[in-house]
């Protein structure tokens, strides 16, 4: 039947017109299931969508993708679910449908370690997957294990290797600086990580660092708690930008590293939006490169040309 989620009332082309403006491509998204049945610690989506993982029936994700190829010329989407393919088979299904039906999309979607599988990501790089996010959150067991991760050190490793193996697909792994229970071998092995990652996959792979934020009703609300980080009387939704800063962890005795993971990624936003202005400026006199700009900042650069 029809796909029950309407799309008619949107401005389709007031979203094409800004998009184009700021140099982006319109991604549209896509939910397959809802609900997680994992424990991350951090994370508060068990407590917005449920535990129990609710499927949309693969032939209804396909036809609603198929709508809006057809009637709204929708060419690229994300898949919105927590994680793509909790249930291996319903994820499978919807990639080899999408593979039957010939669709003309491109999509991304995040997954966790243990399911970058090389088989998988083969298939949902034939079904049309260009990128996959990989929430790895801590490197090394201890901090795995603190903060409720299923996926183990050695499944991180091999995800890597597992999107090595199939061309053409762009990965992101995502990970917190100073999760709780680092070490200072973690932190090393992190900056090692970074290096080998990008390494290993120029122009295909990137690592993600970011600091984790304190979410209401978490256990990592307990754990930075009990590590003295988040004061009793803390306000976990403040209405202001100093109030938001405090409420992102940064583990006892490793502000130091902290400070040196800001300047890290400073660095690195700074030397990608320097390659990509480079690219650009030699394309005006025709020696084509890829564009390194992240896509998050090109519509910002494009504001400023004007």
């Given at each position: 039947?029809?796909?029950?989620?309407?799309?008619?009332?949107?401005?389709?082309?007031?979203?094409?017109?800004?998009?184009?403006?700021?140099?982006?491509?319109?991604?549209?998204?896509?939910?397959?299931?809802?609900?997680?049945?994992?424990?991350?610690?951090?994370?508060?989506?068990?407590?917005?969508?449920?535990?129990?993982?609710?499927?949309?029936?693969?032939?209804?994700?396909?036809?609603?993708?198929?709508?809006?190829?057809?009637?709204?010329?929708?060419?690229?989407?994300?898949?919105?679910?927590?994680?793509?393919?909790?249930?291996?088979?319903?994820?499978?299904?919807?990639?080899?449908?999408?593979?039957?039906?010939?669709?003309?999309?491109?999509?991304?979607?995040?997954?966790?370690?243990r399911q970058a599988t090389p088989d998988t990501l083969r298939l949902m790089r034939a079904a049309g997957c260009r990128r996959v996010g990989i929430s790895a959150d801590g490197l090394l067991e201890p901090s795995l294990r603190r903060m409720g991760k299923d996926a183990r050190t050695r499944d991180i490793v091999r995800s890597v290797d597992a999107v090595r193996r199939v061309p053409g697909l762009k990965a992101a792994w995502s990970f917190f600086c100073t999760p709780p229970a680092t070490s200072r071998r973690e932190q090393l092995a992190l900056l090692g990580a970074w290096f080998a990652i990008h390494g290993a996959m120029p122009g295909r792979g990137r690592m993600l660092l970011t600091w984790c934020r304190v979410e209401e009703g978490t256990d990592f609300e307990r754990i930075a708690r009990e590590d003295g980080v988040l004061p009793d009387d803390a306000d976990l939704l403040p209405d202001d930008p100093e109030g938001l800063a405090r409420l992102f962890y940064v583990a006892p005795g490793f502000e130091g590293w902290s400070r040196f993971w800001d300047r890290f990624l400073d660095?690195?936003?700074?030397?990608?939006?320097?390659?990509?202005?480079?690219?650009?400026?030699?394309?005006?006199?025709?020696?084509?490169?890829?564009?390194?700009?992240?896509?998050?900042?090109?519509?910002?650069?494009?504001?400023?040309?004007?």
């Open positions: 039947g029809a796909p029950g989620r309407r799309r008619d009332f949107v401005d389709w082309e007031r979203y094409r017109a800004v998009a184009r403006a700021r140099r982006l491509a319109l991604d549209v998204g896509v939910e397959t299931t809802r609900g997680c049945p994992h424990r991350c610690a951090y994370c508060n989506y068990p407590k917005l969508n449920g535990r129990r993982l609710r499927r949309k029936p693969p032939a209804v994700v396909l036809d609603e993708i198929e709508a809006l190829v057809a009637r709204h010329g929708v060419r690229r989407f994300s898949f919105t679910d927590s994680r793509f393919g909790l249930d291996p088979r319903h994820g499978r299904a919807i990639c080899e449908g999408l593979v039957e039906r010939r669709l003309p999309v491109s999509w991304t979607a995040w997954i966790g370690p660095a690195e936003m700074a030397a990608r939006v320097a390659a990509g202005r480079l690219s650009r400026a030699l394309g005006r006199v025709g020696i084509r490169t890829r564009d390194l700009t992240p896509g998050h900042l090109r519509g910002q650069q494009a504001a400023a040309a004007r």
